[in-house]
């Protein structure tokens, strides 16, 4: 089983960036479609970005669509989400998620779809 420990949220103000991520412990990293998710208090948890294995399909939630760049280094096993031009409504508990993947092609928006998550981490942007 693949543990995931994301890293990097904290306090920023409006217009600043971040960058987000997220280490894997399993020797299989690079079988994983990744994908990064969020929640906000009282509301669900919904799908940021997603990247296949080899990094050739990658998937964008229209909300971060040109902010946001999901990436990864399976030499490392890592994962990145970079954001930039970070708003109020971005705050949110951050989780990284690992999806079986069917191809190395393969990755998905659903959170049906991966079996292993992380613990989360805090980004808060202030107005």
């Known amino acids: 089983q693949v543990q995931l420990v994301e890293s990097g949220g904290g306090l920023v103000q409006a217009g600043g960036s971040l960058r987000l991520s997220c280490a894997a412990s399993?020797?299989?990293?690079?079988?994983?479609?990744m994908g990064w998710f969020r929640q906000a208090p009282g509301k669900e948890r919904d799908f940021v970005a997603a990247?296949?294995?080899?990094?050739?399909?990658?998937s964008y939630a229209d909300s971060v669509k040109g902010r946001f760049t999901i990436s990864r280094d399976n030499a490392k096993n890592m994962v990145y989400l970079q954001m930039n031009s970070l708003k109020p409504e971005d705050t949110a508990v951050y989780y990284c998620?690992?999806?079986?993947?069917?191809?190395?092609?393969?990755?998905?928006?659903?959170?049906?779809?991966?079996?292993?998550w992380g613990q989360g981490t805090q980004v808060t942007v202030s107005s």
């Open positions: 998620a690992a999806s079986v993947a069917r191809t190395t092609y393969y990755s998905s928006t659903y959170r049906r779809d991966y079996a292993y």
């Open positions: 399993g020797r299989t990293f690079s079988s994983y479609a």
């Open positions: 990247i296949s294995r080899s990094s050739g399909s990658i």
